[in-house]
C-alpha cells in the first residue's frame, strides 16, 4: 500500500492530515500491519494536552500493546470514538475511518519537522 501523499509521518509511524490550525492523527498502515489485528484503542479525552513526540494512547492487539506517539503538541479537539468501540477499523481503513485524534497545533513550526510521504518510504527502506 502507497502511503497518502497529502499526509506527514513521524518515524514512529502516525500520519498528521494538516488543516490549516489542525492535525488529525492516526496510525499507518506500515504500523497497524506490523501490530496484527487491533483489538483496543486507548486514547485521551478532548480537552486533554498532548506533547510533539510523547505518547498520548495506546493501541493493543493480539500481538502486543504499542504507544501512539504526537506528531505535534497542542490540545485535544476531537476524538474518534468509532475507532474506540471498532478497534479493528484500524486495521481496515488506517488513512481514512481510523483517524485517532484531531489536535489544535501549539506551535506551528512542530509541522515542518514532520517526513513527506517519500521521505518515509525511504525511513521504511532503510528499516527493512
Excluded: C
Excluded at 500500500?1 to 513521524?10: E, G, Q
Excluded at 501490530?35 to 492487539?61: C, M, Q, Y
Amino acid at each position: 500500500m502507497t502511503n497518502p501523499r497529502d499526509l506527514k509521518y513521524t518515524k514512529e509511524h502516525e500520519w498528521a492530515r494538516i488543516e490549516g490550525n489542525r492535525v488529525t492523527v492516526g496510525i499507518t498502515h506500515y504500523a497497524q500491519e506490523a501490530l496484527g489485528d487491533v483489538v483496543f484503542v486507548e486514547l485521551p479525552g478532548v480537552g486533554d494536552k498532548i506533547i510533539e513526540g510523547e505518547a498520548f494512547g495506546t493501541v493493543e492487539s493480539v500481538k502486543s500493546v504499542s504507544d501512539l506517539y504526537a506528531p505535534v503538541s497542542g490540545e485535544v479537539v476531537e476524538v474518534n470514538d468509532n475507532v474506540l468501540d471498532s478497534p479493528e477499523t484500524v486495521n481496515t481503513d488506517p488513512y481514512g475511518a481510523a483517524w485517532m485524534i484531531v489536535v489544535e497545533i501549539a506551535d506551528p513550526t512542530e509541522v515542518d519537522k514532520l517526513l513527506s510521504a517519500e521521505q518515509y518510504e525511504e525511513f521504511l527502506a532503510e528499516q527493512d
